[in-house]
């Protein structure tokens, strides 16, 4: 479990217990309280992103309504806006606003560079994920974090969570191919996240016990027929699939490369295809 490492401190206190080198994070993605009693640690936690970063590298923060504008102005003495957010809409139940009696099933990530905002791949501004609070009241929909830990850093960079709760995001790292650094006030909590990552260890055994089975199926499979199944039956992010054929075993690996990516078009001899499925995967079993 070296990739997914988690503290029981305060934010503060993470680059020195972590060991962690500044400039060497890719992202920081974390969901502070909204509440007031925030604000007053806002600026140390604004320096502390900035410190860390890598030129080029994301703050992505899920932050509410009441004090946004303050938290805001704080962040952006730091680092730059995006001059972009994402939105993310989850089903189930609603928060009441007071006193207007609005129903929200919205919240907003704000995005943040260290320096000028790199050209990345592309990313949709609105995200879609369940409402789930079964290990934290101020839990995050694992899908949302999926979506952010895959289109704002690559396989085997570091990201942090100063702010982690229930430890959502040190599972996205995990099921993606990321390192974790993370941290919260309530020892609990951490318990909760290595028990967290102990189910997401089980669910990649199963994974890759299927992604094995796909191999070895009797019918000619190719590289496009197995993805599809796999993303179909499995539970893990469809971004994840090249990650898990790199955590294959060297034969069941050597089995993929023989495979051609379509019915009718071979890998090999005259023209080769690339797509995401014929590149070759990362090989770290952390």
């Known amino acids: 479990m070296d990739s997914i490492r ?6 503060q206190q993470l680059a020195s217990k972590a060991g962690i080198r500044p400039g060497s994070v890719s992202l920081v993605a974390t969901d502070p309280f909204y509440d007031r009693s925030f604000l007053p640690q806002a600026d140390a936690f604004a320096r502390l992103a900035a410190h860390l970063l ?8 899920r932050y509410g309504d009441y004090w946004f504008d303050e938290f805001y102005t704080t962040i952006r003495r730091y680092l730059q806006p995006g001059r972009c957010k994402l939105t993310e809409v989850w089903d189930g139940e609603g928060n009441v606003n007071y006193p207007r009696q609005s129903v929200s099933k919205t919240c907003q990530h704000l995005v943040f560079s260290k320096g000028n905002w790199q050209t990345r791949r592309k990313w949709i501004d609105v995200v879609r994920g369940r409402k789930d ?6 839990q995050q929909p694992v899908e949302v974090a999926d979506y952010i830990v895959s289109y704002f850093s690559d396989p085997g960079d570091i990201v942090v969570d100063p702010c982690a709760g229930s430890f959502t995001y040190a599972a996205a790292c995990y099921r993606l191919g990321r390192r974790f650094i993370g941290c919260d006030l309530a020892e609990s909590n951490v318990r909760k996240g290595f028990s967290r990552i102990e189910q997401e260890r089980a669910t990649r055994v199963e994974a890759l016990a299927v992604l094995e089975g796909l191999l070895r199926q009797g019918a000619a499979p190719t590289r496009r027929s197995i993805a599809k199944t796999w993303e179909n039956v499995s539970t893990l992010p469809k971004s994840s699939f090249t990650f898990h054929v790199g955590l294959l075993p060297p034969a069941s690996q050597a089995l993929w490369q023989a495979l051609p990516e379509s019915r009718g078009r071979s890998l090999g001899g005259g023209g080769t295809s690339t797509t995401a499925y014929s590149q070759t995967p990362p090989t770290s079993t952390t």
């Open 54 to 61: 890598r030129d080029g590298g994301l703050l992505v923060v």
């Open 6 to 11: 988690m503290y029981h401190c305060p934010f």
């Open 133 to 138: 609070k079964d290990l934290h009241p101020h």
